[in-house]
């Protein structure tokens, strides 16, 4: 019986858009050419282990920090399910399980970059329907690596419910720093989601300048109060790209 002989593997190239749907695979090329070796990209280094971590913050309970860097890390209200503040510094951790001191708490340090627009941070809206806002129950946080996975479910009067997934990432383009959030919409065929857009700390009220975000999926709307609506697709992903107020734009 003569030996069973290894057949040639055949190099399979695919190209996936930053908007490729999850658990969908493009069409892809197969070529006899030897494959060659591609150096992953370095996993992002976060200034603090564990970088993402519950506490209470500037008195507000169920607070999700997440340190990106040593000059962002970012704030997440798990009642509201919502980015709460973005700033440039660390958490001050104060108090009776930190320190044994009795009275303070965690406290963040540095100059805020953006803070939680006014009014729900969540809306569903059906076909050319008004955007309703949405109730919002916080699903939790997984850590992969240096990656976080923050989950909400929404739902409104008829409308969803909605899974989303969020993971966020601080992008540098020269002296600009950029929030980068990609946004994971499941289910939803009923509904359009829509994400409050962000308010600068500081100066002018987000409704008299330009909003300070691209995104890569349908652009944002007005709203009736001035404050921006960003359209999530389901199916796919979709990047919400914030220049942090302060950086050059």
Known sequence: MSPIRPTRLATVVLAIAATT??????????SDAPSVAVAAAPAPVRPRD???????????PRMVVVALAEDLSLAYDATAGSLALAWDGDVKLQGAVYDTTHGPQPVHEGTPRLVAPDGPAWMLAADDGEPTPADVRWLGYRVDGTTVHLRYRLEAPGLGPVTVTEIPEIRRDGAITRLER????????????????????????????????????????????????????????TVVTIALPGDAA
């Not at 564990?50 to 507000?60: A, G, I, S, T, Y």
């Not at 289910?187 to 691209?214: Q, W």
């Open 21 to 30: 749907p999850l658990l969908t695979l493009p069409a892809c090329a197969v």
């Open 50 to 60: 564990p970088f993402v971590f519950r506490c209470v913050l500037d008195e507000n």
């Open 182 to 237: 990609t946004f994971r919409v499941e289910g939803g065929d009923d509904a359009t989601v829509l994400l409050a857009g962000p308010d600068a700390a500081g100066g002018e009220p987000a409704a008299r300048r330009p909003a300070p975000l691209d995104t890569s999926g349908s652009p944002p709307r007005r709203c009736a109060g001035g404050g921006l609506l960003v359209p999530l697709a389901a199916g796919r992903d």
